[in-house]
């Protein structure tokens, strides 16, 4: 990978003045403004994610970083912009969460600061006077993100403070549901049609690719060409294991699962009517999934799997491995019938070039999280999944700590507020358009791009289409873009380049929406003790899970057995997750 350095891209380009104006903005206070120009305009600034793409060490080398400071943010709107300084700062890879925390231990946190790796709440570092309320700010100089919570009023975005509600933190936002997602349930479909048949008439399956696109004949026991019930699945599970005998694959398996026996992200599970550990009911409160009905069903049905040989045998020797990455070797072997993957992986993904026969002609398709209508009562059949693993509306949050306190935060947050402007979020999402960077000739950013192959741009407009360059799509997602920093994705009126076919795809991992997670805006909001409590709880709970449910599944304790059973229920119920319910569900009514 090559890596490419520019550290003195602002000193090549004229910076131009944006007013509030350009970024749909209001004017604000003049005096407030203008007094906050006084004052510093040099910032520092902790990013959402460390830094792995090669491309450069330093996030202060990223283009759209380095183009955003050499712009002049007109906070009032009198036609006399600023421009910001700010210096980034990236979290150790792998060693995330001891970076950020040491850093707030030790009170050397940045001006801006993410919070995906802080083990205090925003409430719990407010009460300790280390970051700002921003209510005023927000209120005079972020209108386009203002317009975001007044178009979506479901998410908490104050926090109750002081007996008040304040806006503490600035949330990373998605336009809408993302529609590409980068991974999730997948299946060889080329085995379907290879070694499967018709489940009415008996008749052979076909498939072939025609001018770029896979066609194919498969249809599913429910009657529809992709899998939507338990019941398809196993279907495909047979078919699997018929294909992996008669290839010969001494070591090959029909599902791959978490080494804790389920995907404490909600996949798979989210189909039984319930969630891994905590969940909401369908009045809307916060609920204790994992002794539940729907829970046990899951594990029947993971129990008899393993029984019937589909399930890999080593899956709770594999605890070193991500969830979307378990056995990866034996995957792009091909090896292996279902699993939870990435992107990249679809259609011809696990191809190669053609040297490996297990690969050479596989056809991977995208799977929805499965309903349940095979295991346990009504009450945890035919309910559509509402947990499982996808962006939210909402994403990383941030802060402004007391570091900035003397600052010009009125024109920071001018500037961040343009990343959530219609332009801004494109250059925050992919960076920049082939418009603007013909506007750049001449400049350091142009070389940048033109040496990645990007001489048009991250992404051209087509009418109100974004036609976005595979490139960025792949692997210079966030080398070109401001991704790691805080603005808004761009979802929407995006031509992704991608065939029909993998688009087809795309709309299985986005059949249904994950309403069920407890999302970032709650989890936020708990006090010190209460999040401690909530972290306490998820690890003690996923550690007893993965203790568990192994043992169910390859038949060393039995699932359908009362006593068994409850003995489980009894190490969990010790958790105390009473407290933790309690205190997200305050939250939520706003007691």
């Known amino acids: 990978m090559k890596k490419i350095n520019r550290r003195n891209f602002r000193k090549t380009i004229t910076a131009g003045v944006v007013t509030a104006a350009m970024v749909g903005g ?47 943010w007109d906070a009032d709107g009198d036609g006399e912009g600023t421009a910001i300084t700010v210096d980034f700062w990236a979290p150790t890879t792998g060693a995330e969460s001891d970076y950020v925390n040491t850093l707030i231990a030790t009170e050397e946190y940045p001006d801006v600061m993410a919070m995906g790796y802080a083990s205090e709440s925003a409430n719990a570092l ?15 100089y972020m209108p386009n993100y203002k317009a975001y919570m007044e178009a979506h009023p479901e998410y908490l975005y104050t926090n109750n403070a002081d007996g008040e509600d304040k806006y503490l933190q600035l949330y990373v936002l998605n336009e809408d549901y993302l529609d590409d997602p980068w991974g999730g349930l997948m299946y060889r479909r080329d085995w379907l049609v290879t070694y499967g048949t018709n489940p009415e008439t008996g008749e052979a399956f ?6 770029g696109e896979w066609v194919d004949d498969v249809v599913f026991p429910s009657g529809g060409t992709d899998p939507v019930y338990i019941s398809d699945w196993e279907w495909m599970f047979e078919i699997f294991a018929e294909a992996i005998e008669a290839q010969g694959m001494t070591d090959g398996y029909v599902l791959q699962i978490p080494y804790q026996g389920v995907h404490t992200t909600g996949d798979i599970v989210s189909g039984f009517n319930t969630g891994a550990v905590l969940n909401y009911d369908s009045d809307g409160n916060v609920v204790f999934d994992s002794t539940s009905e729907g829970f046990r069903a899951y594990v029947e049905c993971l129990t008899t799997w393993y029984a019937n040989g589909w399930v890999d045998t080593a899956f709770a020797e594999r605890s070193g491995d991500m969830f979307y990455l378990t056995d990866a070797a034996s995957v792009y072997s091909g090896t292996v019938g279902l699993w939870y993957g990435l992107n990249s992986q679809l259609l011809d993904g696990l191809a190669g070039d053609g040297s490996n026969p297990w690969t050479a002609n596989a056809v991977v398709y995208a799977a929805a999280t499965p ?48 990343f959530y402007s219609e332009e801004g979020s494109a250059v925050f999402t992919f960076g920049f358009s082939d418009e603007m960077l013909a506007e750049l000739e001449g400049t350091s950013y142009y070389d940048f791009y033109v040496e990645l192959g990007l001489e048009n741009g991250a992404y051209q407009m087509d009418g109100d289409t974004i036609m976005v360059e595979q490139a960025v799509l792949d692997e210079l997602s966030v080398v070109t ?16 380049g991608y065939s029909e076919t993998k688009t087809t795809c795309l709309e299985q991992w986005t059949k249904y929406t994950a309403t069920g997670n407890l999302a970032t805006d709650v989890t936020g909001q ?7 409590a909530y972290n306490v709880l998820y690890s003690d709970a996923n550690t007893t899970i993965a203790q568990w449910l192994p043992a169910f599944i390859t038949g060393k304790y039995d ?31 706003g007691s």
């Open 371 to 418: 309903i349940n209508d095979v295991y346990g009562d009504e009450s945890v059949q035919n309910v559509e999944p509402t947990v499982f693993y996808q962006d939210a509306l909402l994403s990383t949050s941030f802060v402004i700590t007391d570091k900035a306190a003397d600052k010009d935060i009125a024109t920071l947050l001018t500037a961040i507020d343009y």
């Open 481 to 496: 873009s401001g991704k790691r920093m805080l603005g808004m994705s761009k979802v929407e009126n995006i031509d992704r």
């Open 126 to 140: 407010y009460e300790e006077g280390m970051i700002l309320d921003l209510t005023d700010y927000i209120d005079e």
């Open 526 to 532: 708990l006090s010190a003790d209460d999040l401690s």
């Open 26 to 72: 209001c004017l604000g206070s003049a005096t407030v403004a203008s007094a906050a120009k006084e004052s510093s305009t040099d910032f520092t600034f902790l990013i959402s994610a460390a830094i792995t793409e090669g491309y450069y060490d330093d996030y202060n080398d990223n283009p759209v970083a380095q183009w955003w400071q050499d712009q002049e």
């Open 206 to 211: 076909t498939g072939e690719w025609v001018d």
């Open 559 to 589: 699932v359908t057995n009362d006593d068994d059973w409850n003995l489980y229920v009894s190490e969990m119920d010790a958790l105390g997750a009473d407290a933790v319910v309690d205190a997200l569900n305050a939250v939520i009514s």
